[in-house]
């Protein structure tokens, strides 16, 4: 089940959990509201969502967070700040993690018919934005080239591949004790005599 807070209601009061399917759009926001409002004017709007796919195929879970609309001189400006957790495959071990990710990003809409720049979108006709494609875009942008299940990872034993998180193979043990001083030179040290 999906879960958002609801505030395209005229009604709205404050954030309201209610239950939505797949078939409805969590992220489509109508900004009538803003349309009149003068410059500076903002609204916040939380979002807790338990499960969703974003697209087609980007499965995220425990995503919440808020997009905070304002507005501008010449439109409105999108604040977006989400967190989400997905499956990972560690780049050491391979072993399946727990990722957390944690977009952040802002976007610029106009009311000109074209976009003065790269950076800004024009305000939709119907007056409806749909944040899903930027929110899934943000998102994937968030996961790094090679994850870590952690920090200090060991990996796979490049002879046999066991993890070596969990125990060390006779293969690391072995390059272990190559590469520790001899234990029974460090007991009887070398002496020097010097004659005269």
Same mark, same amino acid.
């Given at each position: 089940? %999906?879960?958002?807070?609801? *505030? ?13 399917? $797949? ?16 410059? +500076?004017?903002? =609204? ?6 338990? %499960? $969703? ?21 010449? +439109?409105? =400006? ?12 560690? +780049?050491?071990?391979?072993? !399946? ?11 610029? *809409?106009?009311?000109?018919? @074209?976009? #003065?720049?790269? @950076?800004? @979108? ?5 007056? *409806? ?5 930027? #929110? =899934?875009? *943000?998102? #994937? ?8 299940? =952690? ?10 591949? !066991? ?30 005599? %010097?004659?005269?």
């Amino acid at each position: 089940m %999906h879960i958002r807070a609801c *505030y395209n209601r005229t009604n709205y009061t404050g954030p309201v959990k209610i239950i939505v399917n $797949f078939s409805q759009r969590p992220f489509c926001t109508n900004i009538g509201f803003i349309i009149n409002k003068p410059a +500076g004017y903002s =609204r916040e709007f939380p979002y807790e969502i338990e %499960h $969703f796919i974003l697209g087609r195929d980007f499965e995220i879970r425990d995503l919440a967070g808020t997009i905070t609309l304002a507005r501008t001189s010449g +439109g409105i =400006r999108a604040l977006v700040d989400f967190s989400g957790k997905i499956d990972g495959a560690c +780049g050491r071990c391979l072993e !399946q993690f727990e990722m957390v990710l944690n977009p952040q990003f802002d976007q610029i *809409y106009t009311f000109e018919k @074209e976009s #003065l720049s790269e @950076e800004e @979108e024009t305000v939709p006709a119907d007056g *409806y934005i749909d944040f899903e494609i930027l #929110l =899934r875009e *943000y998102l #994937l942008m968030e996961i790094p080239m090679n994850p870590l299940c =952690r920090s200090d990872c060991k990996g796979l034993c490049s002879v046999c591949g !066991q993890n070596l998180n969990e125990k060390l193979c006779v293969h690391q043990e072995l390059e272990i004790n190559k590469a520790a001083p001899d234990s029974r030179e460090s007991k009887h040290p070398k002496t020097t005599t %010097h004659s005269g």
